[in-house]
């Protein structure tokens, strides 16, 4: 018996709307864009410092965000206390809380945060000023020297006196094996690497001289071709480095040898042999950035997961080219993009499968807005649609819609659906707007009960008693 409740005319029913989204791999990003006050989509480099701002280094400025809205900082012509470039390669707080930021063509910038301006360090005729304009990386050793690697010589900056010494490559192989510096790191043990043009450098400070890890084709052991863009010590005290050509190495400091991921066919490897940056997460994994995907690698299975942009994925990776990561001290990993802006990430809600409507994609969930869900006897999850029929989601995390068609009826109507329940026979009742059906699942089959009336044909609840008798 099927019995209805009238309802005093006027009454609205509250409805919950759930947006559900359907996404392969099930990684969800919030999209932070120009619209949203970032200055440029080109992002080169992340930072949060000791005070919980995030800061955001751009082809149009630099960018301090405090989770609401963006503070930005711009080149002035006329200020020579302004920042000297819009284009911020890098981004570093030292130990005593100051910003130094790192620029292509106008140097180094040293924030002062009582005047909100900028300390400009440059190079001009003076043998003690920074070697060259373009700052790639900066870091800090044990007893607070500031190096600065640029595009020509590596530079150690004494704060006290405001003076550089340059190192250089010389002929006799004690300095650099490159004065081409693309990438710094201080590990853990103090000791200062050197990412160059070619090859590795370890500085030597007793010697003030440096040793080369080079490139070697005769031994499979030795690191990779090509420009070391980006370098990052792992929590085991490995040294991760990115080549520009030939994919990522892993450098045990202890044995010297080197462990080589490549791109390959198989989609467990490296997306890319283009690397732009490193990361590793409190989790442990190694977030890797390169010139066609994210990778995420994973140390227990020994491998990567490819993450990529789909046009059609508003939740999606923004932009392949990822070209800075940084995990904040609140957990969320930030994504810095070479176009796409930046995308957010909460790796916390990974434990979440997250659906929604792909265009174009028969097989993602057929409306974004849902009403109800239902699971079933078997464990099958439904999800009612407002003008999308019917939604099983599948084992493989795609969905099979059930779209009902019933002659001299509106179809958008008896599609949109607003209450689910399975009967003890295994029936699933589906209220709609038009009307209520009777679904068999097993099958895919039903029947339609208009219901006219001063009820109506709007169906909001559906409730069997102990009789068997369905109120709807």
């Not at 099930?26 to 992002?43: A, C, D, N, R, W």
């Not at 004065?179 to 590795?200: M, P």
């Amino acid at each position: 018996m099927i019995i209805a409740i009238i309802l005093g005319m006027g009454v609205i029913l509250p409805t919950t709307t759930v947006k559900l989204n359907a996404q392969e791999p099930p990684i969800y990003f919030e999209q932070i864009s120009v619209t949203k006050g970032l200055p440029h989509s080109m992002v080169y480099s992340i930072l949060q410092d000791s005070a919980g701002f995030l800061w955001f280094g751009t082809y149009g400025g630099l960018a301090r965000y405090d989770g609401i809205k963006f503070q930005v900082y711009t080149f002035d012509p006329d200020d020579d206390t302004s920042l000297s470039s819009n284009s911020v390669y890098t981004i570093f707080e030292d130990s005593k809380k100051r910003i130094w930021v790192g620029t292509d063509g106008g140097g180094l910038n040293l924030l002062d945060f009582k005047q909100d301006s900028f300390i400009r360090f440059q190079n001009n005729e003076n043998e003690t000023s920074l070697s060259n304009n373009q700052v790639r990386s900066i870091a800090e050793d044990e007893v607070g020297n500031i190096w600065v690697g640029t595009a020509e010589g590596l530079n150690c900056l004494d704060t006290v006196t405001g003076c550089f010494s340059r190192y250089y490559q010389v002929s006799d192989f004690s300095g650099l094996s490159s004065q081409n510096i693309f990438s710094l790191l201080v590990d853990k043990y103090d000791r200062l690497w050197v990412g160059t043009a070619d090859g590795l450098n370890l500085y030597l400070p007793a010697s003030d001289s440096f040793l080369h890890y080079l490139p070697d084709s005769r031994n499979p052991n030795s690191i990779s071709e090509g420009p070391i863009v980006s370098l990052c010590e792992d929590n085991q005290g490995q040294i991760w480095i990115g080549s520009f050509v030939d994919g990522l190495d892993v450098f045990n400091p202890d044995t010297t040898l080197f462990n080589h991921f490549r791109s390959t066919s198989n989609p467990i490897s490296l997306s890319d042999n283009t690397i732009y940056s490193i990361y590793q997460d409190t989790e442990g994994f190694v977030w890797v950035g390169t010139a066609n995907g994210l990778n995420r690698y994973d140390y227990e299975t020994n491998e990567f997961r490819r993450i990529y942009n789909n046009p059609g994925d508003p939740a999606s990776l923004s932009n392949n080219r990822v070209r800075a990561i940084y995990q904040d001290r609140s957990g969320l990993v930030w994504i810095g993009t070479y176009g796409g802006g930046i995308c957010k990430l909460d790796p916390r809600e990974d434990a979440f499968r997250l659906y929604y409507n792909i265009a174009g994609d028969s097989n993602s969930l057929s409306n974004n807005l849902v009403f109800t869900i239902l699971e079933d006897d078997k464990g099958s999850i439904w999800a009612g649609t407002d003008g999308g029929g019917l939604n099983q989601l599948q084992a493989d995390g795609t969905f099979k819609t059930y779209y009902f068609q019933v002659e001299n009826l509106f179809q958008m109507n008896i599609n949109s659906i607003r209450a689910l329940y399975q009967s003890p026979s295994g029936i699933i009742w589906v209220g709609t707007l038009a009307g209520l059906i009777k679904f068999d699942p097993e099958d895919g089959s039903f029947k339609h009960y208009p219901l006219g009336g001063l009820s109506g044909n709007s169906v909001r609840a559906i409730y069997e008693d102990h009789s068997g008798r369905l109120w709807i």
